[in-house]
Nanobody
Framework: QVQLVESGGGLVQPGDSLRLSCAASGFNFYDYAIGWFRQAPGKEREGILCISDRDDTTYYRDSVKGRFTISRDNDKNTVSLQMNSLKPEDTAVYYC???????????????????WGQGTQVTVSS
C-alpha cells in the first residue's frame, strides 16, 4: 500500500528556516519522482518543486527559487524540503505526492500525482 507521510511543519517567524520531510512506503521509491505542493487558505493547491528519480530538481514557483531546496535519500525513502528565509505568504499546508505513471520524471500537473500525504501545516507569522 502506497503511503506518504509529511512531517516537520510548525509556527515560525519571518526569516526563519524549516525542514519538511516526506517518508514514503509501498512502492519502489528510487524509481519515482516526488513533488511538493502547498495550499493556502482559500486558494488552490499549487506545485512548488519536484525531484526526479535522477535527483534533478524542477521548480514550479519562482517565488521559492533561492529559498527552497529539495533532496532525497533513497536509503531512507525520504524526500526533504529545506525552506529558508520564510515569508508570511509561505503559510500553507504542505503536501508531498508521487506520480506513479511518469517513470521517474517530474510534472507540474496536479492530476498526474496518484498518491498524496496528509499534509503538514506551516505558519509564518511574527
Amino acid at each position: 500500500q502506497v503511503q506518504l507521510v509529511e512531517s516537520g511543519g510548525g509556527l515560525v517567524q519571518p526569516g526563519d528556516s524549516l525542514r519538511l520531510s516526506c517518508a514514503a512506503s509501498g512502492f519502489n521509491f528510487y524509481d519515482y519522482a516526488i513533488g511538493w505542493f502547498r495550499q493556502a487558505p482559500g486558494k488552490e493547491r499549487e506545485g512548488i518543486l519536484c525531484i526526479s528519480d535522477r535527483d534533478d530538481t524542477t521548480y514550479y514557483r519562482d517565488s521559492v527559487k533561492g529559498r527552497f531546496t529539495i533532496s532525497r535519500d533513497n536509503d531512507k525513502n525520504t524526500v526533504s524540503l529545506q525552506m529558508n528565509s520564510l515569508k508570511p505568504e509561505d503559510t500553507a499546508v504542505y503536501y508531498c505526492a508521487v506520480p506513479l505513471r511518469y517513470a521517474g520524471r517530474c510534472t507540474g500537473t496536479l492530476s498526474a500525482y496518484d498518491y498524496w500525504g496528509q499534509g503538514t501545516q506551516v505558519t509564518v507569522s511574527s
